[in-house]
């Protein structure tokens, strides 16, 4: 069965300085993405960034980029440069490419809370 | 600002009532999927429908029904409530089913049964 795995229920990091959080996941499909979402204190979930299993290239967008490395099923977002608005519960996520009756489904992580320090 | 519209924010009732969210997915998008965020179970998967028709079926309890109306807006209903049935209740939306699509979240319904 499909799994994702945040190891870190919490980290902190130093303002300006990067952090890198952990997921992996478990699948049985070649096709797949996975997602990572930042929800603040607020309750809204924000969209970061994706990455396809097909991908060659590692993702980025802006100060995220996501550490792809497919053969030991891992997706570990980096954040450069922190900053206090990073603080927020980071989730990950995979969908998997058959729908069947799966539908589009994502499939989240229990979280990291990270928490940036000045 | 997701695009995607959620109503009301918060819900304060009692147990036994029932009650309906209302989503408005982002322009264009014609996937809807409902999430229920808990302490305990934290977000799982409820319900997907794509342009009107249900798509999956996560692990919803059968006292909770959805649907998807022609003008793609979707309402969940929960009834007979119960104290476990507190959560944040989020409606995300998509343009369709492919792999690459995000799903881009509304700021989620508070439910809290008293």
């Known amino acids: 069965a499909q799994k994702i795995t945040q190891t870190q229920p919490g980290m902190f990091v130093q303002e300006k300085e990067a952090v890198t959080l952990d997921c992996t996941y478990d699948?049985?499909?070649?096709?797949?993405?996975l997602f990572w979402y930042k929800q603040p204190s607020s309750g809204e979930m924000i969209f970061l960034i994706y990455q396809g299993s097909y991908d060659e290239q590692n993702a980025t967008e802006g100060r995220y980029s996501l550490n792809f490395q497919k053969a030991r099923k891992s997706a570990n977002l980096v954040i450069s440069a922190s900053q206090l608005g990073d603080s927020a519960m980071y989730f990950c996520a995979m969908r998997e490419g058959r729908l069947g009756n799966q539908g589009g489904k994502l499939i989240f992580g229990q979280g990291t809370e990270l928490s940036v320090k000045p | 600002d997701s695009g995607v519209t959620q109503t009301p924010k918060h819900l304060i009732t009692a147990t036994g009532q029932r009650v309906t969210l209302r989503c408005s997915p982002r322009s264009g998008d014609l996937s809807v999927y409902w999430y229920q965020q808990s302490l305990d179970q934290g977000l799982q998967f409820l319900i997907h429908y794509y342009n009107g028709e249900e798509r999956a079926k996560g692990n919803i309890l059968e006292r909770f029904s959805a649907q998807q109306f022609p003008d793609l807006h979707s309402e969940l209903n929960l009834s007979s409530l119960e104290l476990g049935d507190s959560a944040l209740y989020f409606c995300a939306s998509s343009g369709g089913t492919g792999l690459h699509q995000p799903q881009h979240f509304g700021d989620g319904t508070r439910l809290s049964i008293l």
């Open positions: 699948t049985s499909d070649q096709s797949y993405g």
